[in-house]
């Protein structure tokens, strides 16, 4: 599988714009790049997917490099409900079936400060 | 509704001990999966169900055995289980439509310790 690196740990305040970069330089054609967040509690949480171009939804933007090799995750207006793990995931298919895994790498820990 | 229940919340077993962890769903999503999570690292996959039938098992021992009764509910029955089995248990969900881009949808989980 293709693998992402994040940084360990992003620091924000609330109602600030954060930018979350991920990496992956091995990522294949067909993989898309998606993000799930991981809230204190709680099981991992859907946020965005793309494959090539940027990507907009009610809880973030997703901004793909034009060779792919790397991602941001946008959060326009951070609050403190979103301090969480956010993982990047390349979604590669599995051999021989339409299922497929998600491998979580070790995810960037956002604080979001009041 | 687009949750994913697992029950129970909270179990601690002893290692002879027997027990099982339900999850359920009502998405009508036909791709159901396992991970196991160890405290501050990211959740792994244990195994996947698609359309009732077992198609991923990551190499898990056997002391865990999955089964999906039916298309809404997954169960792990637990059996002779290890002290460093004690992890957080994760039930995910998926259409499984055969894209790659289907999220999955998680529970909150079972936190299980075996003494």
């Known amino acids: 599988d293709a693998k992402t690196t994040q940084p360990n740990s992003m620091e924000s305040n609330e109602e600030e714009p954060v930018h979350l970069p991920c990496n992956h330089s091995t990522i294949s054609g067909t993989d898309y790049i998606h993000w799930y967040r991981q809230l204190p509690s709680q099981g991992p949480e859907y946020v965005i997917h793309?494959?090539?171009s940027n990507v907009n939804n009610r809880m973030a933007s997703l901004a793909i490099a034009e060779d792919r090799k790397s991602s941001t995750l946008i959060l326009h207006r951070a609050t403190l409900r979103d301090a969480a793990v956010y993982y990047c995931?390349?979604?590669?298919?599995?051999?021989?079936?339409?299922?497929?895994?998600?491998?979580f790498g070790k995810g960037t820990l956002l604080t979001v400060n009041p | 509704d687009t949750e994913v229940t697992q029950t129970p919340k909270h179990l601690v077993m002893g290692m002879t001990n027997k027990k099982s962890l339900k999850c359920e769903q009502h998405?009508?999503?036909?791709?159901m999966y396992w991970y196991k999570q160890k405290a501050k690292k990211p959740p792994e996959l244990m195994f996947v169900y698609s359309y009732e039938k077992l198609s991923i098992n990551e190499s898990v021992p056997s002391r865990f055995s999955p089964e999906c009764p039916n298309s809404s509910l997954l169960n792990l029955h637990l059996h002779a289980l290890q002290p460093e089995d004690s992890a957080l248990y994760l039930c995910?969900?998926?259409?499984?439509?055969?894209?790659?881009?289907?999220?999955?949808?998680f529970g909150p989980g079972t936190r299980l310790t075996v003494t």
């Open positions: 793309g494959l090539t």
């Open positions: 995931i390349l979604r590669a298919p599995t051999v021989g079936g339409s299922n497929y895994k998600l491998t």
């Open positions: 998405m009508g999503h036909r791709a």
């Open positions: 995910a969900s998926s259409q499984d439509k055969g894209r790659s881009r289907d999220e999955q949808y």
